[in-house]
């Protein structure tokens, strides 16, 4: 398992971020493709641009599969984009998922309450 490391949001960010999650959220009720909808987004750090992108897709992953009950490969023409597109950025969810439980696991016995 590769070793991930989270981004720590300045406030400014923090608050681009959050903008953006709005706006993605929008537009994707609007009908626009998840593609189409991030071309929308004005942010000049890529960087940050790809994380929130990230971000978004794996929380509408979420709500589209496990909250709605549709399945991946619905998920990806709801979204006009790639099945694989989908499955990549699930499997990526998954493993922080994984990461997150085992740290959250290993503070708890440090800590005696494992």
Known sequence: MEDI???EYTKEESAIYENAMEKLKESMAHGLGFDDAVSRLDIA???????ITEDFLKIFIVHLHYEKGLALKDVAKSMGITYERVMQSHKSMLQDVQITSIAEYH???AKGQA
């Open 5 to 7: 490391k989270y981004k």
């Open 45 to 51: 750090d890529e960087e940050l641009k790809g994380l």
């Open 107 to 109: 503070k708890g016995s």
